[in-house]
């Protein structure tokens, strides 16, 4: 469980800094935030099960 949620927090500040450097295409950055948003609903799940 905790690597799982080592990997899932460290991709939430990954697609963020990827969306950024993209955010000249609107689509590619809307897309990277949302798997952000993803990653980050799935560490908060991990850590209240936790």
Do not use: C, H, W
Not at 13 to 32: D, M
Request: overall charge positive; cysteine-free; proline content about 2%.
């Amino acid at each position: 469980m905790t690597d799982q949620i080592r990997r899932s927090s460290r991709s939430v500040s990954a697609n963020i800094s990827e969306a950024y450097r993209k955010r000249r295409l609107p689509k590619y950055f809307i897309s990277k935030l949302t798997d952000a948003e993803g990653e980050n609903s799935e560490t908060n799940t991990r850590l209240g099960l936790a």
